[in-house]
C-alpha cells in the first residue's frame, strides 16, 4: 500500500493502525473485551513529515447501545489541503458488541469526497463478506475487524487488563473495502508522547505498535496507545517506503453520557 491523502487520513490509517482480533493469540488477551467498550470522541490532527502545517481534522466517535456499535471517523482538510481535496473522508463501522470477542463488525464503509460510497456487508446466512466495490465475497472469520475497529479493539484489550510486553506479535484478519487481508504488528515498547489536548500540553507514556510490511515497498503503520488518556490511540503514523510519514496526534478527548 502505498501513502497519499485520500488513503491513509484517517483513524483507520491505520489501517490502520492497529490491532487485536478475536483469535490472536500473542499474549495481548483479556476474559471480557467487549464490556470494557464506551461511548467516546477523539479528536485528531493530521501532519506530514514534508509539509508545514496542519493539514487535516479527524473526528472519531464511538458509540455502544447494549450489544450493537457504532465507530465513525470523519475528516476534513486544512489549509492549501482544502483546496486540493473537498469534502470531507468518511469511515464508517457498525456491528454488535459481543463480552468476550469485543467488536464484531458487520457493516464497514468508507466516503472518498464526492466519489461513491464504498461498503463491505457482513452476510450471516451466506457466511461471508461480500463486498459491494467489486461484487466480490470472502469467507466469514470468527474474530474479523475492520481498518476503523481493530485500532479501538486494541484499546479495549488494554483497558480490561491485557497483559503486554515488549516483542508481543499480533496477527488479525482485517475487512477493507475489497478484500480480507492479514496484518501483523509488533510491540515495540513504551514511548514518551508529547500531546496538547486544548488547554495544555502534557507527555503520555505509550505502548509503541508497528507492523511487519509483507513486501519491500509496503508502509509502515504504527500506533501509541496511552494509559493516561484510558489506552485511547494518542498518535497514528504511516510511513512509507521513502521515510515519508502522515501522522495523526490526539488533540481532545470527551465522553457523552
Known sequence: MRLNWTRHMLGSLVWAAALVSGTAQAGLECSAP?????????????????????????????????????????????????LMFSGQLTQKSEGLVDPKLGFVPLYYA?????????????NETQKEVQFKKNNTAAPLEKGLQDRL?????????????????????????VIGTGRVSTEWFVLKGTEDVVVNLGDREQTVNA????????????????????????????????????????TQTLTGVGNKP
Open 149 to 173: 475497529s481493530m485500532i479501538y479493539q486494541m484499546a479495549a484489550q488494554l483497558r480490561c487488563g491485557a497483559p503486554a510486553k515488549t516483542g508481543d506479535e499480533i496477527k488479525l484478519r
Open 34 to 82: 467487549g464490556k470494557a467498550l464506551a461511548d467516546a470522541d477523539l479528536q485528531f490532527s493530521l501532519t506530514h513529515s514534508q509539509v508545514p502545517g496542519q493539514l487535516a481534522v479527524s473526528q472519531h466517535s464511538l458509540r455502544v447501545a447494549g450489544n450493537h456499535y457504532t465507530l465513525e471517523s470523519v475528516s476534513q482538510a486544512k489549509g492549501l489541503m482544502a
Open 110 to 122: 468508507e466516503k472518498r469526497g464526492k466519489k461513491p460510497l464504498v461498503e463491505s456487508v457482513v
Open 207 to 246: 505502548l509503541k505498535f508497528e507492523s511487519k510490511p509483507e513486501d519491500a515497498g509496503d508502509d509502515i503503520v504504527r500506533v501509541w496507545y496511552g494509559k493516561q488518556v484510558g489506552w485511547q490511540p494518542v498518535r497514528i503514523q504511516i510511513q512509507d517506503a521513502d521515510g515519508k510519514s502522515l
